[in-house]
């Protein structure tokens, strides 16, 4: 035999070697797909995934038994697929993904297995097949991005002016609260880092806390800044200062935490500055840092030295468990920074979620800035209960709680508190009517008196989780009236509301839209919500056609899940027969990173998520059964089994997926998962709505893509605006800092931090240069990398 003839011989056999195992494989992946496919067939959904699975079978079998004729039969059902592709998602590229990447690579197979001539000698039809491969991988490639709609730029209607009073005055040289100025406006009128300078910016210094990190912790703070110093927390809640200009620590406090108290979520966001008018000059603690503790404490240092302040509680520490009565350690942290207003320190505690309907109290204190004596308790159900319960007697427990950071007007007197919601999150019918009244809402407190003034509440009978989050923001509200003082909140359901800041009135319309019935509680369910119709964040109802993955198997998971569950858009009834979808989901919408306000030019920035939650009610015996008990049960166990909240005490607990993720580690829900917005102040319209984050760090197993394309990540922690025009946001799981125009909202620059960072940006000047600044510490909820550094950017120092 020549060698032409055995290397042909050879070729034969390699190619009769390659149908038998794509044949295999086609005929696999064709039973996996008819049998769920078949499922969801008789749940009503797509036929596709059935008729395509018995086809691929089909050519599966033929491509085995080495005939040619099951190779174009794929390609056929290929052409078929790209069709149906198209018809349900269009030209949007990432819809695409699960529906043709796996058809694709086995149409590369097919092609190659082709023969190129028949045993007659005539042409085959390979040349077919390879034309329909250049054509869809070449019309895909130049159709996609032509179809992507344009990122549309609307005029900004609100002129430029002063949208704040004396009291709101925006941040500038420094940065004295958790957001920003007093007004919480998380916004610089510094303007040295400007849209055309901004791609310069460099490190300029990393500091770092020295802190290990462990299960459960994150470090999400935003730092102040107050003089020369910048003042933050550690994960485990140590305070520390470190010089402004050069990041080198000038002390640090050690609070102490026990270990044990390590509650999921731990977090550390903020600190607060205090400054004792009544001191005399160089007077010990007469400036002081305040923070609380995740043994719930708060605790105040003196924020030259770092020493303890003697004269604040009992040696330093209020115990803000006094009144609480005992609990196990971690049921209550507090992870926000406190609100200083009139001398008093306003704080809430955080309250272990999901745990049992009567968990400690939601009671939001006020406490002297010098002191430490309370000043007021405000407990919606005790309201005579000024002070601390007498003797054996307690907070009320199970009411809603304040975790996030409240705001304050100094004029007026008033803190403004985003309330959660009642312990037993989703399930109602154990509430009283003084909880059904002001979980979810805005709540003012008349600081001098701890009294409520007025509460606007966002959901009737919440069931849903969708506490009010994030810490709102003071304006001055353009009105046809002129202005008027304002707040503005976000919510994790995707409104934004603006409310008169002195009666809790809204300043924009509200629609009460007919909300879905029935439930486990059909006789609680509002018949409506009201919506504000100022912006809102929420996107369409979800649909079969928008369920996504990274192939057809795990798509079509998500779909049979779809079909499976109640939904009747946002607000659907938590049920316990089936699942059911919660849309936007616990996670928001908005979370607690909280929205920043131009209130130069009248522009609002906003970060959020597009996820859905999918949950299920699990009747109390089957949850005692898997082992699912609160923290303080005898039978618990750390970690507990599954995603099981036991809410002991009600008839249910509860099985949540937030965010939606498949089997393999896939959002349900297609592209974009993540975006950023910016909205005209005055008239609420959007100017600009964008996709925030990159697909390269992220993927199924938590393995990276590598793909530096828009996809819109989820996102935890707020957006930084100045007052030249740039934004700045981490937040996103893809690691990066970045800066973004204000006017279009692309992005001018980025730099990948060492950490996740799930928090918000500040900036503050020290001898006239700017300086930007962000805690890369991550965010194990949200899976990325833990660090302890505090990063510094700046323009190169041409002097």
Not at 359 to 367: E, I, K, L, M
Not at 635 to 659: E, F, I, M, S
Request: glycine share 10%.
């Amino acid at each position: 035999m020549n060698e032409s003839a055995s290397a042909a011989t050879q070729s034969s056999r390699l190619r009769s070697l390659g149908l038998r195992l794509f044949g295999l494989l086609l005929f696999l992946t064709g039973i996996i797909l008819v049998v769920p496919g078949y499922k969801l067939l008789t749940l009503h959904g797509s036929a596709w995934y059935v008729l395509a699975g018995a086809v691929w079978a089909i050519a599966g079998i033929l491509v085995f038994l080495r005939r040619a004729s099951g190779l174009y039969l794929y390609t056929l059902s290929f052409i078929a697929t790209l069709v149906w592709s198209l018809w349900e998602s269009g030209l949007d590229g990432w819809a695409l993904v699960p529906r043709l990447d796996l058809p694709l690579v086995y149409l590369i197979f097919a092609v190659l297995l082709m023969p190129k001539y028949h045993r007659d000698g005539a042409k085959g039809y390979r040349r077919y097949g390879i034309a329909v491969l250049v054509l869809t991988v070449v019309g895909l490639v130049v159709a996609v991005p032509l179809a992507q709609k344009p990122w549309q730029v609307e005029a900004n209607s609100t002129p430029a002016g002063h949208y704040y009073d004396e009291q709101t005055t925006p941040a500038a040289q420094d940065w004295p609260t958790y957001g920003g100025g007093y007004g919480a406006q998380r916004y610089s009128a510094l303007q040295q880092i400007t849209p055309a300078n901004v791609s310069q910016l460099k490190r300029v210094w990393e500091y770092h806390t020295g802190e290990a990190h462990s299960a459960n912790f994150g470090n999400e703070l935003t730092p102040i800044k107050v003089g020369d110093a910048i003042y933050g927390c550690t994960i485990r809640h140590k305070i520390f200062a470190i010089d402004a200009a050069t990041g080198k620590q000038k002390w640090m406090f050690d609070p102490k935490t026990p270990a044990t108290s390590s509650p999921p979520n731990s977090a550390c966001r903020g600190v607060a500055y205090y400054a004792d008018p009544a001191a005399t000059a160089g007077q010990q603690c007469a400036q002081r840092i305040i923070v609380g503790t995740l043994d719930a404490k708060l605790a105040a240092v003196d924020a030259n030295t770092g020493a303890i302040c003697e004269d604040f509680g009992d040696h330093g520490f209020v115990d803000l468990m006094q009144g609480l009565g005992k609990w196990p350690a971690g049921m209550v942290s507090v992870t926000a920074a406190p609100t200083v207003v009139r001398g008093v320190v306003v704080t809430g505690q955080q309250v272990m979620d999901g745990q049992l309907r009567s968990a400690p109290s939601g009671v939001v204190r006020g406490y002297d800035a010098v002191t430490g004596k309370l000043r007021f308790a405000w407990d919606m159900e005790q309201p005579d209960i000024a002070t601390t319960p007498p003797e054996g007697k307690t907070y009320t427990p199970g009411t809603p709680n304040m975790w996030s950071t409240a705001v304050a007007d100094e004029k007026l007197g008033l803190v403004y508190l985003p309330m959660a919601n009642s312990a037993g999150d989703y399930y109602s019918s154990t509430r009283t009517a003084e909880e059904r009244k002001y979980s979810s809402s805005v709540t003012a407190l008349d600081v001098t008196t701890g009294k409520p003034r007025w509460v606007y509440q966002f959901i009737r009978n919440d069931v849903w989780d969708y506490d009010t989050p994030a810490q709102p923001s003071l304006v001055d509200f353009p009105t046809d009236k002129g202005l008027v003082p304002a707040l503005i909140q976000t919510t994790k359901q995707g409104d934004l509301w603006v409310l008169d800041r002195r009666t809790g009135q809204p300043l924009h319309k509200v629609e009460e839209q007919p909300a879905p019935q029935g439930g486990v509680e059909p006789a609680e369910r509002a018949a409506t919500q009201k919506r504000s119709l100022y912006s809102h964040t929420q996107k369409p109802d979800l649909t079969e056609q928008m369920m996504w993955g990274i192939s057809p198997f795990d798509q079509l998971a998500c779909r049979i899940q779809y079909r499976s569950a109640n939904y009747q858009g946002i607000f659907t009834p938590p049920s316990a027969d089936k699942p059911w979808i919660e849309y936007p989901g616990n996670n928001g919408g908005s979370d607690w990173g909280s929205i920043s306000v131009d209130v130069h030019n009248g522009v609002i920035i906003e970060n959020y998520n597009d996820l859905p939650s999918y949950s299920k009610l699990v009747p109390r015996a089957v949850d005692d059964a898997l082992g699912v008990f609160w923290m303080g049960d005898a039978r618990y166990k750390n970690p507990p089994p599954g995603r099981n909240r036991p809410q002991a005490g009600l008839p249910y607990g509860q099985d949540v997926n937030t965010g939606w993720v498949s089997n393999l580690g896939v959002i349900c829900k297609q592209p974009p998962f993540g975006m950023i917005k910016a909205i005209d102040l005055t008239s609420g319209k959007t100017l600009w709505d964008r996709p925030l984050g990159t697909a390269e760090r992220n993927g199924p197993w938590g393995l990276h893509s590598m793909l530096p394309l828009q996809i819109g990540l989820p996102n935890n922690g707020g957006v930084l605006t100045t007052r030249s025009g740039v934004a700045f946001v981490g937040a996103t799981t893809d690691d990066y800092l970045r800066a973004i125009d204000v006017k279009s909202g692309k992005t001018l620059w980025k730099d990948q931090l060492p950490a996740g960072g799930q928090e918000t940006p500040m900036t503050y000047e020290v001898n006239g240069q700017q300086f930007v600044i962000i805690m890369a510490g991550g965010h194990h909820g949200m899976m990325t990398p833990e660090g302890d550094s505090v990063i510094a950017y700046a323009l190169p120092n041409k002097s």
